[in-house]
């Protein structure tokens, strides 16, 4: 079962639309009284646009409706080898929502690890995972995105942050490691924010475009299911769908996903352009698959490609599109007041 609620149509209230995501899938039946919480948020890049990072708002509105049921709730998300977390954590004021609403912040990368057996996994045989992870009945909470390397990325694709920042070396096997990760992470339920979304070359240097609209579900695979036919792509085409679903991870038969909330949501088409590899996703995957990648990603050589990768994303961001993407966005009558908060300028 997979709810969609529309945000702007009839409430107005991004809160008001997750609790009535949340209350569709029956939440209580999968998060268990009084236990500790995490909720994995992304927050996969430190300069940002709206719809590249999970919003406060939707973060905000998960802890009010669950904070009453479960136990301590945990913010959790982890470095990327190109970008800092804790800099996209404060630049989206959500050192303050934690403080407000007694949450803990943990940065994972900085978190102990234990080493967790990973069941017949076609790329781990085991995952070194951050040990709260283990200790904790896990959210994931993504953005509907478009992605270069994956068409989409969703539920599933959240939980990539799980696994050490060098995750970047798995990128050929990207499906079957994306398998391996969830179906050892084991998230209990997904709520996805898909209010302002993200188009074209994401997951970063993309377009916002406004989506309107909440998804919840215990199935992750059958919330990224609904989430490509929303955005207008095909989920039979897109691999790590497919893989995660034979390996009994959730459901991709359209038909045999049952949707409530927006009853008609299996024929919307938001037409969402569909991600291209960008500079940095084109050159990246070309020296993986030569003769030399050694030499470009097990040398210092390494830091200076990382170090160019930072460069086009700063130069894409201050001179080519982000701060026009940020205008578009804070014009909107009724998002532009809450990405305000976080930008003014």
Same mark, same amino acid.
């Given at each position: 079962?997979?709810?969609?609620?529309?945000?702007?149509?009839?409430?107005?209230?991004?809160?008001?639309?997750?609790?009535?995501? @949340?209350? $569709?899938?029956?939440?209580?039946?999968?998060?268990?009284?009084? +236990?500790p919480?995490?909720?994995k948020v992304?927050?996969?890049?430190?300069?940002?646009? *709206?719809?590249?990072? %999970?919003?406060?708002?939707?973060? &905000?509105? /998960?802890?009010?409706t669950? &904070?009453?049921?479960?136990?301590?709730?945990?913010?959790?998300?982890?470095?990327?080898?190109?970008?800092r977390?804790?800099?996209?954590?404060?630049?989206?004021?959500?050192?303050?929502?934690?403080?407000?609403?007694?949450?803990?912040?943990?940065n994972?990368?900085?978190?102990?690890?234990?080493?967790?057996?990973?069941d017949?996994?076609?790329? #781990?045989?085991? $995952?070194?995972?951050?040990?709260?992870?283990?200790? %904790?009945?896990?959210?994931?909470? *993504?953005?509907?995105?478009?992605?270069?390397?994956?068409?989409i990325?969703?539920?599933?694709?959240?939980?990539?942050?799980c696994?050490?920042?060098?995750?970047?070396?798995?990128?050929?096997?990207?499906?079957?490691?994306?398998?391996?990760?969830n179906?050892?992470?084991?998230?209990v339920?997904?709520?996805?924010?898909?209010?302002?979304?993200?188009?074209?070359?994401?997951?970063?240097?993309?377009?916002?475009?406004?989506?309107?609209?909440? @998804?919840?579900?215990?199935?992750?695979?059958?919330?990224?299911?609904?989430?490509?036919?929303?955005?207008?792509?095909?989920? %039979?085409?897109?691999?790590?769908?497919?893989?995660?679903?034979? +390996?009994?991870?959730?459901?991709?038969? /359209?038909?045999h996903?049952?949707?409530?909330?927006?009853?008609?949501?299996?024929?919307?088409?938001? +037409?969402?352009?569909?991600?291209?590899?960008?500079?940095?996703?084109?050159?990246?995957?070309?020296?993986?698959?030569?003769?030399?990648?050694? $030499? #470009? #990603?097990?040398? *210092?050589l390494?830091?200076?490609?990382?170090?160019?990768?930072?460069?086009?994303?700063?130069?894409?961001?201050?001179?080519?599109?982000?701060?026009?993407?940020?205008?578009?966005?804070?014009?909107?009558?009724?998002?532009?007041? @809450?990405?305000?908060t976080?930008?003014?300028?």
């Amino acid at each position: 079962m997979v709810s969609v609620v529309s945000v702007t149509v009839i409430r107005e209230s991004v809160e008001e639309a997750v609790r009535e995501a @949340l209350d $569709l899938v029956s939440w209580r039946s999968y998060l268990e009284k009084d +236990r500790p919480t995490s909720l994995k948020v992304n927050l996969g890049w430190d300069l940002f646009i *709206p719809g590249s990072i %999970t919003s406060p708002w939707v973060i &905000r509105a /998960i802890i009010h409706t669950i &904070r009453e049921w479960v136990g301590p709730i945990f913010l959790v998300e982890s470095d990327q080898v190109l970008e800092r977390i804790e800099i996209a954590f404060r630049k989206s004021k959500l050192p303050e929502l934690c403080a407000e609403e007694n949450v803990t912040w943990v940065n994972m990368s900085r978190h102990p690890m234990v080493r967790v057996a990973v069941d017949r996994g076609a790329v #781990f045989r085991e $995952l070194e995972l951050p040990k709260i992870l283990t200790e %904790t009945q896990l959210v994931t909470v *993504p953005v509907m995105k478009t992605h270069a390397k994956s068409v989409i990325t969703g539920a599933l694709k959240n939980q990539w942050g799980c696994i050490s920042k060098l995750r970047h070396n798995y990128h050929l096997v990207l499906s079957d490691a994306l398998a391996d990760i969830n179906q050892t992470v084991k998230p209990v339920l997904a709520v996805m924010d898909a209010t302002v979304a993200l188009e074209g070359n994401g997951p970063k240097s993309g377009r916002p475009k406004v989506a309107n609209r909440i @998804l919840a579900s215990p199935d992750l695979v059958a919330l990224d299911t609904i989430q490509a036919t929303i955005m207008g792509l095909d989920p %039979t085409r897109i691999e790590h769908l497919q893989v995660s679903a034979a +390996r009994g991870l959730g459901e991709t038969r /359209i038909d045999h996903i049952e949707v409530v909330g927006e009853q008609d949501a299996k024929a919307v088409n938001l +037409r969402f352009a569909p991600a291209s590899h960008n500079l940095v996703s084109k050159i990246e995957e070309r020296l993986r698959r030569s003769r030399w990648k050694w $030499l #470009f #990603f097990d040398t *210092p050589l390494f830091l200076v490609m990382l170090a160019g990768a930072k460069v086009w994303y700063l130069v894409w961001f201050h001179l080519v599109s982000g701060t026009t993407h940020w205008r578009s966005v804070l014009s909107h009558p009724f998002y532009g007041q @809450l990405w305000k908060t976080i930008r003014t300028q």
